[in-house]
């Protein structure tokens, strides 16, 4: 807990298509398998991230612990290469990132909802920033009677 | 996928293989928890296994995204109940490096001894679990009924029982009194004594041996693939601990083993968890015995107490938050914290981007990442085995589904 | 005059044999006691073991005893729902006549050395052929509920019998031999010195063991593993018709804890009589002590509920017929053995 405040390791990949042998070259480094695997939605710069760390349970004195890649990808129909044939470890996560903001993973085995309803959300991507939660608290409700009138 | 055909009067039938029966074994089962697990079935023999989870699933990332920083930690402590110390905890620690603060030394050891008497905790919850869907009423009743001591131990600490909201950036919410300890080591005392009874009543009873030993075999190798977490992984024969590796709270002052096992069936994930008991014991007792008095919050935070707080803080030793905390607004970046909870490895990664509320919060629980054994340990046993080995893989809908 | 007539007229039909047998002693009001204390009981001990109470609200003063008539009342009020997709008729007969068949051995197991309502000579061979009927109708209520868990919960069930019946018979022959008649009040007096027990201790052990795969009880709990395969063949049941599955094991278990008792603990022995009340003497007293041995009997069962968890299929099938079908036949020729050193032969 260094007042450091940045994940120091970033690795930036423009071209999707680059992700698999960045990947494998990793995978030869030691890092055997996936923490996390999401995105971050930019709608400003149109652009969605998707974000890897990866870490080892082989190399202790592996560094740094966990390595972070990110992969720049278009919004309008984000497509990347899946990963699950380098980390099996992926593959729930792929899924998650696939119904949560809409990535498709090329060559993914079982590419389905994981977690939500895929009749209710089919083409709904909730975790991107256009996706607005409905807040039930009494403010909402005030708002709403507002713009209806009033309650009559 | 099975061809789908059309049999007249708007019926659809998909010719399925004469040998094989599909099971669909929850989400209103006995024993499935909040999930569901689709099953394929050759007589008595899985030969396909497809979980099917989500059914609690509340779009916490989502949530956070639309909540003050401070606030989310409320939220995540819902993840996983037995285990909310350490999730706040994993939360916290991101938060923290984002802030730029550290907290002082006493404030580490209170947090350490809250995540060690939730991870006792959580592997009693977990083993009774487990005891129940092989059908061991007495274990269920044992483990479960002796979790209340760790419950109350949590709450004499934080002042609740289960959701404790007990981590605060820079430090903690309470101080604990001197006659604590004397209860603590009461508490271990008993935990100490009935990890016998366990082994004798539960895991060394010859009929629950026969049903988890050689079930459920996961070699090293598949659960380094798997990317598989915490005892799981360790009863697998991965030596990784994140106390180990990257150290936080009060774990780099006190001295304990990290047990593991070869086997990595059933039985060994179940002596894993009883051995992670008995070293949390160790733990706590050497906690207890070496922490420094001292301020429970950084002094940066401390100087913005209004005297009314202070007295507050003197008085019942406890902290009452200056308001500006709710708009608390971490300078731009990314930070993640990762912490070892009672399932596992949990790793939260936050972007801030200098509002009060943050960009994209990740959250990956250790049973999320365990799910995917339901998917692959499974297959080749019998349906017998399938409660079996759900429940030796201690796997927590709630936390999964987030 | 009429109305005593009447009065002798009810008595003797309820001291006729058969009425007497099925309906008072040890037939449906003896074993609806029954029930209630050594479901109480089972409550009540493992509850002691796990560090709880056990039932306690409904009767305090009595440490909850009448819990389950409780339960039976709410088993009563709650609507019998009957899915559409089931076999109608197979579905509402099975629980009936799987409890009223499970009780039907009593009619060939007498409680008394002189009054009993069918006197065979063949009485223990007429009383476990008609312990293996209740069976078929689990396997039926699992056929017609149309419910994969239910399916699964039969065909274990069969797998069961086939694994348990041949055990019990076995066992019976090993004591029947010795005592050298299939008539169960011979087979008695043949224990006046002796117990079964003592005699050929083989076979009555696997004849327990056997009883506790028959009714279900732990480990042997499989056909209605709730953590697997939701009730078994109940599961799509619920009301009274829940209530009556649920009773069926038991019911089965006190049957053959009858026959256990009359085979290999001295039935009606230690045996005496009070001068000058022939029913007493006769009926009541030997009634009493073979009741009481069958309820210490079902009581070590379903005390297994706190000690052990459930075995699985293949491991319970296994046992059976590699370990226990051997045991019971060297019962056997214990049994024989003890023929040839007596010199009967």
Redesign the interface.
């Known amino acids: ?1 260094s ?5 120091k390791a970033e690795f930036f990949i423009e071209n999707p298509a680059e992700l698999p042998s960045v990947a494998q070259t990793l995978k030869e480094k030691g890092y ?5 695997l ?1 995105a ?2 930019y709608p400003k710069s149109n652009e969605i991230h998707l ?1 890897i ?1 990866v870490s080892s ?2 190399k ?1 004195d592996i560094e740094p ?2 390595f972070e890649i990110r992969v720049k990808l278009n919004r309008d129909n984000p497509r990347v290469p899946s990963l699950v044939k380098i ?7 792929e899924r998650e990132a696939y119904e ?1 903001f809409g990535i498709v993973f090329e060559n993914h085995p079982d590419l389905r ?5 895929p009749e209710e959300f089919s083409g709904v991507h ?2 991107r920033k256009d ?1 607005i ?1 409905q ?1 039930e608290d009494i403010m909402l409700k005030l708002k709403e009677e507002v713009k209806n009138g009033g309650n009559k | 996928m099975e061809a789908i055909s059309d049999i007249g009067g708007g019926i659809s039938a998909r010719k399925i293989d004469d040998k094989t ?1 599909i ?2 074994f929850g989400p209103q ?3 499935s928890g909040h999930m569901r697990i689709i099953l394929k079935l050759d007589g ?1 023999v899985i030969i396909e296994s497809d979980p099917d ?2 059914y609690v ?1 509340r ?1 916490m ?3 956070s ?2 909540k003050e920083w401070i606030k989310n930690s409320v939220l995540f402590e819902r993840l996983a109940i037995l285990d909310a110390g350490n999730v706040t905890q994993a939360y916290i ?1 991101a938060l ?5 603060i ?1 907290p002082p030394e006493r404030a580490l050891y209170l947090r350490t001894i809250l995540s060690e008497i939730n991870r006792i905790s959580s592997h009693l919850y977990g083993m009774g679990i487990f ?9 269920y ?2 483990f479960f ?1 002796d979790r209340e001591i760790m419950v109350q131990l949590a709450e004499r600490i934080t002042g609740s029982r289960l959701t404790h909201t007990y981590h605060i950036p820079g430090g903690v919410r309470r101080d604990v009194s001197k006659s604590f300890f004397e209860e603590l080591e009461k508490g271990l005392n008993y935990i100490e004594k009935r990890l016998r009874h366990y082994e004798i ?1 539960f895991v060394n ?1 010859p ?2 041996r ?2 988890i030993e050689n079930v459920g075999i996961l070699s090293r190798e598949r659960a ?4 598989v977490t915490g005892p799981n ?1 360790r009863a697998s024969g ?1 030596d ?1 601990d994140v106390r180990v ?2 150290p ?1 709270g009060a774990y780099s002052f006190v001295d304990f083993e990290v047990p593991v096992y070869k086997e990595g069936d059933a039985l060994a994930r179940t002596f894993q968890r009883m051995d992670e008991i008995r070293q949390s014991i160790s733990i706590l007792r050497q906690l207890s015995k070496s922490i420094p008095e001292g301020p429970i919050l950084n002094e940066k935070y401390l100087k913005l107490f209004t005297p009314a707080m202070k007295e507050v803080l003197e008085k019942d030793k406890r902290i009452k938050f200056p308001a500006i905390f709710t708009s608390l607004k971490p ?1 731009s ?4 914290g ?1 912490v070892e909870e009672g399932r596992g ?1 949990i ?1 939260f ?1 936050l ?1 801030s981007n200098g509002e009060p509320k943050p ?2 919060v ?1 959250v ?1 629980t250790p049973s ?2 365990n ?2 054994l339901l998917k692959y340990l499974p297959v080749g046993y ?6 079996a080995i759900y429940g030796s893989i201690d796997y927590f809908p709630p936390e999964a ?2 | 005059m009429m109305a005593i007539g009447l009065l002798e007229f009810i008595k003797n039909l309820i001291l006729w044999p058969p009425v007497f047998y099925m309906l008072i002693a040890p037939g449906l009001i003896t074993i609806m006691i029954l029930l209630i204390i050594l479901i109480w009981a089972e409550r009540k001990i ?1 509850g002691r ?4 109470y056990g039932p306690l609200e409904i009767s305090p003063k009595i440490g909850g005893a009448i819990q389950l008539l409780a339960d039976l009342m709410r088993y009563m009020f709650q609507e019998i729902i009957i899915p559409r997709t089931v076999d109608t008729l197979p579905y509402i007969i099975a629980p009936i006549a799987g409890f009223v068949i499970s009780m039907l051995p009593i009619a060939a197991i007498p409680i008394s050395p002189i009054y009993f309502p069918s006197p065979v000579n063949n009485s223990i061979i007429v009383a476990l052929a008609l312990t293996t009927l209740p069976p078929i109708f689990g396997i039926l209520a699992g056929w017609s509920s149309n419910n ?2 239910s399916l ?1 919960g039969g065909a274990r069930e069969s797998f069961l019998v086939a694994a348990y019946e041949l055990i019990i018979i076995l066992s019976a022959i090993g004591a029947v031999i010795i005592y050298g008649s299939p008539d169960f009040t011979q087979a008695v007096s043949a224990q006046k010195d002796l117990w079964g027990i003592v005699l050929n201790p083989i076979s009555a052990i696997a004849f327990y063991v056997a009883v506790l795969m028959a009714t279900g009880r ?2 042997f ?2 056909a209605e ?6 009730m078994g063949a109940y599961t799509e049941y619920s009301g009274l018709m829940y209530g009556l599955s649920m009773g069926i094991s038991y019911a089965r278990m006190f049957v053959y804890n009858l026959i256990f008792t009359l085979l290999f603990l001295g039935g009606w022995y230690p045996f005496f009589t009070v001068p000058g009340h022939t029913f007493f003497s006769y009926v009541i007293i030997p009634a009493t002590i073979i009741i009481l041995k069958a309820l210490i009997v079902s009581l070590t069962m379903v005390f297994t ?11 319970a099938l296994g046992g059976a017929w590699k370990f226990w079908f051997l045991f019971s036949i060297i019962g056997l020729l214990w049994g024989g053995a003890i023929v040839l050193l007596q010199g009967r032969i």
């Open positions: 807990m007042g450091d405040s940045q994940v055997d398998h996936v923490i996390s999401s971050v939605d974000v760390h349970y082989t202790k612990k966990i980390w099996p470890s992926a593959e729930f996560q949560m909802n994981i977690l939500l309803d909730p975790l996706y939660v807040v | 029966m099971l669909f089962h006995p024993s008595d989870i989500g699933h779009t990332e989502k949530l995204e639309t620690i923290e490096k984002l802030l730029g550290e005891a129940i869907m092989l059908g061991s009423s007495t274990g009743m044992w009924g009543m009873n009929v629950v026969s049903r380094i693939d798997l990317g992984a991965i990784f590796e990257e936080y300078p970046g990314k930070a993640y990762r490895e790793f990664y972007e960009y994209r990740r990956v999320f990442r799910s995917i019998r349906l017998a085995d399938l409660p589904d987030r | 493992a073991i796990q560090m709880r994969k868990f699964i732990f480990p709990e499989i593993a709730d953590a697997e395969i939701v509920r706190a000690i052990y968890a459930r075995l699985r299929i293949d491991q």
